[in-house]
C-alpha cells in the first residue's frame, strides 16, 4: 500500500488540527508527538474504565500496584502489600512522594479514592468493580493503609492496578468537568497535564519531581488521528514519533520502509460479539425477512446463539482480514493464563449445522439483523463486523452493518439500543475474574457488579461461581473454580468469542518502544534509541 504525499494544504490543515510539532520542539525542548486512533473521553481516572481514558490516566496518576509490560504486579505507590488477616491486606507505601502541586502523599489520600470511585455519576463503565469487596479504609499512619473486605480476596492486589489514586485536597468536591480542565488533575505520575480535551491533542508536561525519576521528554502531545491511513502518513512525514493500532493493510508497507519500525506482541484483548439480553420483546434492529419486527428477542434463544457462532469462520477471519495478526479462541484469557480453561478450545465452523439450529429454532429461512461496530476503537474493527456479516448472510441472517465513531457507538451500546454489536475486552488483570465480574456478571449496583455489562446477560449460577472465586485464597483451588466458570460461559455464549488482537504499534527510526499486553502507548515506554 502506498501513502499520499502530504501537500501544503494538507500539512496547514493538520496544523491547524493540532496534528503537527508545535516550535517547541525547534526551541531545544525534548518534545514527542504520539498518534493515537482513539480518543480518551475524559482526564478523571475513574470517570470510564476504557483503555483510551487508562492509556491517559498513566501519565498524569499513579496506582498502588502497577503492572509491567506481562501484566504482572510490581511495586506502585505501595512498596509492599501482604494480607494480615483472610479479610485484611496491609499496603505500605512509598516515602517522600509528592503530588504535583508539591504537596505529599499520605495514606488519607488512598482511603478518600476508595470512597471515590463508586461514587462517580453518569459513568458508562465503573470503576467500582475493582473495589467492590472493599467495605472499609482503615488509615494506619501515614504510609501504612489496610483495607477491610467482606470477604477474603485473593484479588485485590490486581484490582487495584486499575485504580488511579487521587488527592484528597484536589479531589474532594471536584467533578469530572474539574479534572477534565486540569483543576483536579493533580496527580503524582511523571507528567503533568497542560490541557486536555476530548477528541483533539493532550497536551502533558514534564513532573520533574516524579518518585521514579524525571522521564527525558519536556513536552508529550497526544494526538488523535482516528483514521488508519492518517496515522500511518502521520508518521512517514515525521509529524509523530510513534502511532498505535497499524491496520493489518499498514503494516507490510510499514515494514518495507527505512524510515519506520514496527513493534508488536500478542494482546488479552477478546474481539468478541455481543446480544442484546435486556428484553424478552422485539428489538428495533431485528426483523424477519420482511423487515418486521419479531415477535420476540432471538437472542434469548441458546440455539440462535450457537448457530451464530457456528456460521463464522474465524481462522479465515484472521487469516484475511487481520493478515495473520490474531489469534482465534472460544475464552477470553489467551491460552497459557492463569485461569484459562485448556477443554475451552476454538469454536467450530459448521455452516450446515447452524442452519439447522436456526430451523430448530423456528427460523428454517433465518431473519434479518444490523450488526453494529465502531470505526475507531482497535484495528479493521468496521473490516471485521462486514466480514462477519458476509458469513452470517450465507447461514440465512441478512446481516447488515452499522458503522459508528466510538464515542457515539458506545454510548448507543451501553444503554442497550442494538440487538448486537461488535465489542472487545483486554483481560489486564491476567486472569478471568476481571471478564466475569465485570462484563458478565449481573448489573447489581449495590455489589458493584457487572458494571460494562452492556447486553444486560444474567445467569445466577454462573454470578455464584464468581462470587466464589473471589473467597478462596488458594490459588489452585481459585484456578478450578474460575475455570469451571469459563466453561460456564463457553457453553452458554452469552459473548461471540472471535479472536485475541494482535498489538501493533509503528515508530520512527531512532525510538524505541516497549510494547505491552494492556495496549498502552505511553511516553514512558518511548526512548531515544
Do not use: C
Not at 458508562?124 to 477474603?152: C, I, K, N, W
Not at 477528541?199 to 488523535?224: A, C, H, M
Not at 484483548?269 to 425477512?289: E, H, K, M, Y
Amino acid at each position: 500500500m502506498q501513502f499520499p504525499a502530504v501537500s501544503r494544504r494538507t500539512l496547514g490543515t493538520l496544523a491547524t488540527a493540532g496534528l503537527l510539532p508545535r516550535a517547541a520542539g525547534a526551541q531545544g525542548r525534548a518534545v514527542l508527538d504520539i498518534g493515537l486512533a482513539t480518543t480518551p473521553s475524559s482526564a478523571d481516572p475513574h470517570f470510564y474504565a476504557f483503555n483510551p481514558n487508562l492509556n491517559l490516566v498513566q501519565h498524569v496518576f499513579s496506582r498502588l500496584v502497577e503492572r509491567d509490560a506481562r501484566l504482572r504486579p510490581v511495586p506502585g505507590l505501595a512498596l509492599s502489600w501482604r494480607p494480615v488477616e483472610d479479610r485484611i491486606w496491609e499496603f505500605k507505601l512509598r516515602p517522600g512522594v509528592l503530588w504535583h502541586d508539591g504537596r505529599p502523599f499520605t495514606a488519607d489520600d488512598v482511603a478518600f479514592t476508595i470512597a471515590r470511585v463508586p461514587e462517580v455519576p453518569n459513568s458508562p463503565g465503573s470503576f467500582a468493580g475493582y473495589v467492590r469487596q472493599v467495605t472499609r479504609v482503615e488509615v494506619v499512619d501515614p504510609l501504612t493503609v489496610r483495607m477491610h473486605t467482606a470477604g477474603p480476596h485473593p484479588a485485590l492486589p490486581n484490582d487495584l492496578t486499575f485504580v488511579a489514586i487521587v488527592s484528597r485536597h484536589a479531589g474532594e468536591g471536584a467533578t469530572t468537568a474539574d479534572y477534565n480542565s486540569g483543576k483536579a488533575a493533580i496527580g503524582t505520575g511523571p507528567y503533568k497535564l497542560a490541557r486536555f480535551q476530548s477528541g483533539t491533542t493532550t497536551e502533558l508536561l514534564r513532573n520533574d519531581s516524579y518518585f521514579g525519576g524525571p522521564e527525558p521528554w519536556d513536552q508529550v502531545n497526544l494526538r488523535i488521528i482516528p483514521q488508519a491511513g492518517a496515522r500511518s502518513a502521520a508518521l512517514l512525514s515525521g509529524d509523530v514519533a510513534i502511532i498505535d493500532e497499524v491496520s493489518s493493510n499498514d503494516v507490510l508497507a510499514l515494514q518495507r520502509d527505512r524510515r519506520v519500525t514496527i513493534a508488536e506482541t500478542q494482546s488479552t484483548r477478546l474481539i468478541f460479539l455481543q446480544p442484546n439480553f435486556s428484553r424478552s420483546g422485539s428489538l428495533a434492529d431485528v426483523t424477519d425477512n420482511a423487515g418486521q419486527p419479531l415477535a420476540a428477542n432471538p437472542f434469548l434463544d441458546l440455539r440462535v446463539r450457537r448457530a451464530l457462532s457456528l456460521g463464522i469462520d474465524r481462522q479465515a477471519l484472521v487469516a484475511r482480514v487481520m493478515e495473520g495478526r490474531g489469534t482465534p479462541n472460544g475464552q477470553w484469557l489467551p491460552d497459557g493464563f492463569y485461569s484459562s480453561n485448556p477443554a475451552v478450545g476454538v469454536p467450530p465452523f459448521d455452516a450446515d449445522a447452524a442452519r439447522r439450529l436456526l430451523a430448530e429454532a423456528g427460523f428454517p429461512q433465518g431473519f434479518r439483523l444490523t450488526l453494529h461496530t465502531p470505526t475507531d476503537r482497535f484495528a479493521n474493527d468496521s473490516r471485521i463486523a462486514q466480514a462477519v456479516a458476509q458469513m452470517w448472510t450465507r447461514i440465512g441472517i441478512q446481516t447488515a452493518v452499522d458503522a459508528l465513531p466510538y464515542a457515539a457507538f458506545s454510548a448507543r451500546a451501553s444503554r442497550q439500543e442494538y440487538g448486537m454489536w461488535l465489542h472487545s475486552w483486554a483481560s489486564s488483570t491476567g486472569e478471568a475474574s476481571y471478564f466475569l465480574s465485570n462484563v458478565v456478571s449481573t448489573v447489581d449496583v449495590a455489589k458493584r457488579a457487572g458494571a460494562n455489562n452492556w447486553s444486560r446477560y444474567s445467569n445466577p449460577s454462573l454470578d455464584a461461581l464468581t462470587e466464589r472465586s473471589f473467597t478462596l485464597l488458594d490459588d489452585n483451588a481459585r484456578e478450578k473454580v474460575l475455570q469451571d466458570a469459563v466453561q460456564m460461559v463457553a457453553d452458554d455464549i452469552p459473548m461471540i468469542p472471535l479472536f485475541h488482537l494482535s498489538l501493533v504499534w509503528g515508530l520512527r527510526q531512532g525510538y524505541s518502544f516497549e510494547p505491552n499486553m494492556s495496549g498502552y502507548t505511553t511516553a514512558m515506554m518511548v526512548r531515544r534509541a
